[in-house]
């Protein structure tokens, strides 16, 4: 059996069957709000009965009820009258207003002050300036002062509700930042532990392999030699690394890498095999601001550990130019044969890495193969505003 289609409340059935008690006691015991009236003291209990029945609708039909009301209200005033049909017209007008659409709601209290005031004037010219002002007094309390009420709660009502929602917006956005941040500060430990570590262990792979292929003692002891050495270095750097995670703060906390330490890496590189040229054609003293001078510093580490792994025999060329505004980073290396497969494999974070870190600082990225002189080439170059202007956030990077 289905639910009603116009379900009633408990707290309407309750008023509608007070106003109707009360108003039939109030009939019973004869008290009435007028007299002389064109129909007799029984007529009145119809009015009553119609209005207790509307209260059943303030809710779901409010505006319906309103008027069906005002109708069983003109209706009472022919009969004796009861003040209990009176007082439950106020309670409609006031469901009207706080449960009616929003326009109804407006528009009944402008409606009350029309009524109120055209029938102030009528009764003043009907039956004078003292009992007119005294009946246009009881229709505004019959009329607008329910209506501004209502009006009043349902504003309060929306307040709190807007107020609600807010909250619950500010819960939600809170939410979304912390999981924004999460990603973002699990997106930035990523980076920093590819270019930290596995850098270390793309030359331990490299020299152990050719360890194991060397006849001559010595240069397997040498070989092995450089293994230790970045296996030492790489496990320093990943204990910092976990009591960074653990705890938030470190011990020996190591000082961030700038391009002041870009000696020291490519005599690194150059200990590993390659063989590189350094153009830096900056203005001497000049100096960058800190996130630029460690990215550009990262993109270049990151540039000749995927030479280690992938570039073929030949000079790696590594430029610094710095002009209007900008830092430009251009790390060439000669492009193996599309056949050879890498010394070590891999999996494609570094450049993610790369990209990451440029789009941050809003700059412009692009990797891929290019023409040169000597044969194809891999080559990656940055460009990273260091100055006011800011470039929008644009990264591109060559198929």
């Keep these: 059996m289905g639910a009603p289609r116009f379900p009633v409340r ?30 007799g003291e029984v007529w009145s209990l119809l009015p009553l009965t119609v209005t207790a029945g509307l209260v059943l609708l303030r809710r779901t039909r409010p505006l319906t009820a309103l008027l069906l009301g005002a109708l069983a209200l003109v209706g009472d005033q022919l009969t004796s009258g009861s003040l209990a049909t009176v007082l439950m017209f106020t309670d409609l007008v006031y469901a009207a207003v706080l449960y009616g659409s929003r326009p109804a709601a407006q528009r009944i209290p402008i409606v009350a002050v ?58 939600r956005l809170a939410e979304m930042d912390r999981a924004q941040a999460i990603t973002a500060e699990r997106t930035r430990m990523a980076r920093e532990l590819h270019d930290m570590v596995a850098n270390r262990l793309t030359a331990i ?18 070989a092995l030699a450089v293994v230790r050495e970045n296996g030492v270095e790489g496990l320093s750097e990943m204990r910092r690394l976990i009591g960074l995670l653990r705890d938030g703060s470190e011990t020996d906390p190591a ?40 990215a550009a510093y990262r993109i270049i580490q990151e540039s000749l550990a995927n030479t280690l792994k992938h570039a073929a025999a030949g000079t790696v060329r590594v430029r610094l130019a710095q002009h209007d505004g900008e830092l430009t980073v251009q790390v060439t290396s000669p492009l193996d044969d599309r056949s050879a497969p890498p010394r070590v494999p891999g999996s494609g974070a570094g450049l993610i890495g790369m990209r990451e870190r440029v789009a941050l ?39």
Excluded at 145 to 161: C, F, Q, S, Y
Excluded at 255 to 264: E, K, S, Y
Excluded at 384 to 395: A, E, F, Q, Y
């Design 114 to 171: 029309l009524v109120t005031v055209a029938s102030t004037m009528g009764f003043i010219a009907w039956y004078g300036t003292s009992e007119g002002v005294f009946i246009g007094v009881v229709i505004g309390l019959v009329t607008f002062a329910p209506a501004a009420t209502g009006a009043l709660v349902r504003n309060h009502r929306e307040a709190a509700e807007a107020a609600r929602l807010q909250a619950k917006q500010s819960v």
């Design 10 to 39: 408990r707290d309407d059935l309750s008023i509608a069957c007070a106003g109707l008690i009360g108003g039939l006691l109030l009939w019973r015991l004869g008290q009435h709000t007028q007299a002389d009236r064109p129909l």
């Design 255 to 294: 000082p961030v890498p700038t391009l002041d330490g870009l000696g020291a890496l490519v005599a690194d590189a150059r200990a590993h095999g390659l063989d590189i040229t350094v153009e830096d054609t900056r203005p001497p003293g000049s100096e960058l601001p800190p996130p630029v001078d460690f």
């Design 361 to 399: 600082l809003h700059g412009l990225f692009r990797a891929g193969p290019q023409p040169a002189a000597e044969g194809r080439c891999w080559q990656v170059c940055v460009t990273l505003p260091i100055g006011r202007r800011v470039l929008g956030t644009t990264v591109k990077e060559t198929p």
């Design 205 to 222: 792979a490299l020299h152990s392999t050719a360890a194991l292929s060397l006849d001559d003692p010595e240069s397997a002891r040498n």
